[in-house]
């Protein structure tokens, strides 16, 4: 190792000493036999361990490996969590500025009364915050998602059964401690008939703390008259929509197979004119597919919006390797072009320059910065 990467070496580790991230104590992010307390991709621990199809969540919220990833995050060491990919340990490690979900060890100690392992050992808390990810279903087949469209299951099904099992759990244990919910991190709520039926029947007297829905989808089947059939309409303060494409060739033929450009366009310009939305994020998983197009992608979404009084915000994000795309691990490997050996980098840097610097624009190629303009 040279003297310049050690040196980067104790740098990240003295200032992961000085922050926690919240995460493990807040968040939870429930799959159809996985559970975790962020992304898989950023934190890869199961909290379950074996996979199971019929799972309480209480149980793993306060097992062992739970318990586990939080040490890590409060003494430092960060074992368990991909400090390259996930956005916010980048930033951190990278600029020095501090992401939301951290907070210094001292205010961390203070909210929540955590000073020990002991402490960690008999943590009590329950998550405020929960991605639904345990319905893939989906009317598109992005390569970088899925090998083709994954259909709803039948409700007379032990597959449907399982996942209403797991929405009722998420609703017993959960529910009074929830403040926030993202639906949905696997598919698209509107084709999934469990998130849909959710949506539209939505309770909410089991939810005396909730404060806004989050939801997370292509746009494709969010029209006015979705919109207006949602019972949990007044708690969606915030859509993202997950578009990956600057121009409709590439929209619809490379990055969405099965989509439709034009009414996309058509139901996020209604969408713009919602004053009961807080906020949108439009995200753009960048490849050596769309690289090209950051630009055009962030200037059609302002152009919607011009005007408007909702909250816009634009997030380029790194392609990675999921185990159900009809991509390989090599051929990730091959379209990674924000990689430095990867023959276009420079190319991806002057396009990646147009874009960052712009206002609402946020990325996780923060470990690039030495490449950036100056």
């Known amino acids: 190792m040279s003297y ?7 740098r990240m580790a003295e200032i992961l000493k000085e922050y926690v991230c919240t995460k493990p104590f807040n968040y939870i992010d429930a799959q159809d036999n996985t559970l975790w307390v962020c992304c898989p991709s950023w934190c890869p621990s199961n909290l379950i361990g074996e996979a199971k199809s019929h799972y309480n969540v209480n149980e793993h919220w306060h097992g062992d490996i739970a318990s586990d990833i939080r040490k890590s995050v409060f003494d430092g060491s960060y074992s368990h969590c991909n400090k390259k990919v996930c956005p916010d340990l980048s930033q ?11 907070l210094s060890k001292k205010d961390f100690k ?26 893939r279903s989906c009317n598109l087949k992005c390569p970088s998602c899925r090998a083709d469209i994954v259909t709803n299951d039948d409700p007379e099904s032990d597959a449907y059964k399982n996942k209403l099992h797991l929405l009722n759990s998420i609703e017993k244990h ?5 403040r926030r919910m993202m639906i949905t991190g696997s598919g698209d709520p509107f084709y999934s008939k469990i998130y849909r039926d959710y949506l539209i029947n939505f309770d909410v007297s089991k939810y005396p703390n909730l404060q806004d829905i989050q939801i997370i989808t292509n746009g494709i089947l969010l029209t006015e008259k979705m919109w207006g059939s949602l019972q949990a309409n007044p708690f969606i303060k915030t859509i993202e929509i997950s578009v990956d494409a600057g121009t409709k060739d590439t929209y619809e033929n490379v990055t969405r197979l099965n989509g439709n450009w034009d009414k996309l ?7 713009s004119k919602q004053s009961s939305i807080s906020n949108m994020i439009f995200s753009m998983v960048v490849s050596q ?12 979404i302002r152009n919607i919006f011009e005007g408007s009084s909702i909250n816009v915000d634009i997030n380029y994000r790194q392609i990675v390797h ?31 320059n147009k874009v960052r610097i712009l206002p609402k624009v946020s990325h996780n190629f923060h470990h690039l910065k030495e490449f950036y303009d100056k």
Do not use: C
Request: proline share 3%; glycine share 4%.
């Open 4 to 10: 310049i990467a050690l040196l980067r070496e104790l």
């Open 92 to 102: 951190l490690i990278n600029t020095g500025k501090v992401p939301s979900s951290f």
């Open 265 to 271: 366009i058509d139901n996020i310009t209604f969408l």
């Open 174 to 178: 959960f529910s009074k401690s929830l």
């Open 289 to 300: 597919y769309n690289y090209k197009e950051m630009h055009t992608f962030y200037q059609t």
């Open 322 to 352: 999921w185990t159900a795309s009809s991509y390989t691990i090599e051929d990730i490997s091959n379209i990674s072009v924000f990689n430095p050996i990867h023959l276009k980098f420079k190319n991806f840097i002057e396009e990646f």
């Open 110 to 135: 203070k909210k929540y009364n955590i000073s020990s392992i002991e402490d960690l050992e008999n943590f009590e808390g329950l998550p405020e915050e929960i991605l639904f990810g345990f319905d």
